[in-house]
């Protein structure tokens, strides 16, 4: 039984459900940020989210900083790429373009490879774009939550190590991270930015970065200063090292709770095995996506390869909207989003597959939501006449 | 009887002691970002921000995003002031320097009336560098966490607004805010940067800040887009005036259980008139130093009107550092915190009277710190054969 009050069940690409304890560390009594309570808690975080992204090279570095996961995006701009440099960015959906502008505002100049809804650029593409100038960045974006497109992180990590050895590759990991597959050090990639509310399963609050040795590297060598402040990694690196040491350590305040739920979220997820949490996402996603088959509808992402296992987008019947279907579902105890994308977002629906909802089948939240969304359909179409 | 696990009682400048019932609100359970249960949450929350400051003109603008307070000098730097421009920046201690810092980095000329260590630079200072170019803004700090000193607004507002009408008068209130008189429209102040964790009283993670009317015309007027992404008014502004007409909307996810723990302490704060607030905050400060007085310590901030009624500097003995007072006042289950100054950090320690521990006396807080106090002080005296 949950010690939560009764709710609908959040069932969105994040926030998610969360589990008790971590609820429960959020009510955590108040701590100085730099007594010693709080810097081995906020230093034991740091060492899991090393585990989290499978990662042993003492030279790659987690951060953790008070913000919203978009604050990722403004680390990466104005610490790893300098004014006039160029920023390759591989769309798959809306956070690309906002990514791009991102890079854009501190000064790169930002080149998208776009493809079309629910499909990811080529490998060909990436590699002629690759050959055509010299690129500072690659971004991908793991999952976009606007279409449920899965892209290949390992492939694409691989494309550019052979092309271009010295480009950073920058991983949008906000919706993937604690259930897409991903090897930091045997991939081989340098930068991979997250969020705390998502698969990891802690309440939003906490951006979460995971940079390689190459990364640090071209943070030390820039030739300007980091283009912001609250952002720049010569604030955050020393303070990380020293929590990493246990050694109390002071920029800006750090947000004490929420790390207290995080080291309680990470604390489960790094028991296991992490290819077993990965393997239980891929079950509950291919049973989703099985069940959204059977019921007739199509996803956004139209091939099994570039669809997420974190969230299904499903298109809905001609002459259905988003607004003719959540309240049914909301009606059932089970609160799906609308879309994001902006060419169409009433279009379709989102289903988020992650944490708790998955880990825990005694919940049976994927069941509840699949036989909630026959329903709230039928009742839709009968509504409409269909 | 409080609720939270027994702990030694948290007398910092912030993070604070906290209301049991905020704590729970930070363990709401998940709900999505832009659902109408946590939009009306967060539309209420940015109403209360207005009675926080005392504040009724519409064209004021309530800010809260997830982040530290140090968030709040980038909102300032990257979106009132642009490249090549001027800031001055009345320094108090450790808090100027590093605004500076930060207004630099995103492009400003940033010169700082500096004063001796518990002072504060004169209004005739301050009125002779507003003669001598154009500033943009001035930024004061409200009160110096480093150092217990606190300005007088008021005043600086009034010279400001006699002497260079158009410059904006910055206040850093981090650690002033729902304790020192603030009144946001009747001294015409254009900004107030605060944080969640001190005298608010919910835990870190949310950067708060109040615009005025004039602010935002500013900030409209840009010849330049704003310097930084996260931070950029362009972005917020819009969310934040769809949340406080219950309109869901959406830029970044919110940090949804501190907005929660946010609504409650401000419902409190808010239920009773700030004018008390503040004078029960008076009270408690002037009891805290009479008593310092008595036990024959000095503070920092030298003379009354400049002392802080949030916090009290004081000044160690000639012999006896902090490390040797701070583990006998933990002893006797109270936190102070070390002193801050680069200078002299060892020299003095620090006494934050905030919130809970000042507006509940039922806690008795206040009595136990002086009393732990003073013998502290004695142990430590005797060990070094004082």
């Known amino acids: 039984m949950s010690a939560q009050a009764p709710h609908s069940t959040l069932l969105i690409p ?23 309570g709080f810097v081995k808690t906020f230093g034991e975080t740091l060492s899991m989210v090393r585990k989290l992204f499978q990662s042993t090279n003492p030279a790659a570095q987690p951060i953790v900083v008070s913000g919203s996961g978009t604050l990722g995006w403004d680390i990466v701009a104005s610490n790893l790429v300098e004014k006039g440099e160029n920023a390759l960015v ?65 492939r694409v990590a691989e494309v550019v190590r052979r092309v271009s050895p010295e480009t950073l590759v920058v991983v949008d990991g906000v919706c993937s991270v604690g259930c897409e597959e991903i090897a930091f050090d045997a991939w081989d990639i340098d930068v991979v930015l997250t969020a705390s509310q998502k698969a990891i399963g802690c309440p939003p609050g906490l951006s979460i970065l995971m940079l390689s ?51 309680t979220t990470l604390s489960q997820i790094t028991a296991r095995p992490m290819p077993e949490r990965f393997a ?75 944490g708790v909802s998955v880990t825990d089948p005694a919940r049976k939240d994927i069941d509840n939501a699949l036989a909630a969304l026959k329903e709230a359909l039928t009742d839709a179409k009968q509504a409409k006449g269909l």
Chains 1, 2 share one sequence.
């Open 14 to 36: 994040g926030p998610i459900e969360f589990d008790d304890a971590v609820l429960q560390s959020m009510s955590h009594y108040a701590e100085s940020h730099v007594g010693p």
């Open 213 to 263: 040795g190459r990364a640090v590297d071209v943070f030390q060598n820039r030739k300007t200063p980091p283009a912001a402040y609250y952002a720049s990694l010569a604030n955050w690196l020393p303070i990380m090292k020293n929590y990493e040491s246990f050694k109390p350590s002071y920029f800006a305040t750090p947000a004490t709770q929420l790390v207290h739920a995080l080291h």
């Open 280 to 354: 239980v996402h891929a079950e509950a996603s291919a049973r989703v996506k099985a069940a959204v088959a059977d019921l007739g509808l199509k996803q956004l992402a139209a091939t099994p390869e570039n669809q997420a296992h974190a969230m299904t987008a499903i298109w809905l019947p001609e002459g259905i909207a988003a607004p003719d279907v959540l309240p049914g579902l909301l009606k059932r105890g089970v609160i799906f989003a609308a879309g994001l994308h902006k060419e169409c977002p009433t279009k379709y629906i989102r289903f988020g597959h992650m």
């Open 90 to 154: 591989l769309h798959t959906g809306y956070f690309a373009d906002s990514f791009a502008t991102c890079l854009e505002t501190y000064g790169a100049n930002a080149t998208q490879i776009k493809a079309p809804i629910g499909e990811r650029p080529s490998f060909e593409q990436l590699e002629q774009a690759l050959k055509e100038k010299p690129y500072k960045v690659v971004t991908v974006t793991h999952v976009d939550t606007s279409t449920g497109v899965l892209s290949d992180i390992k």
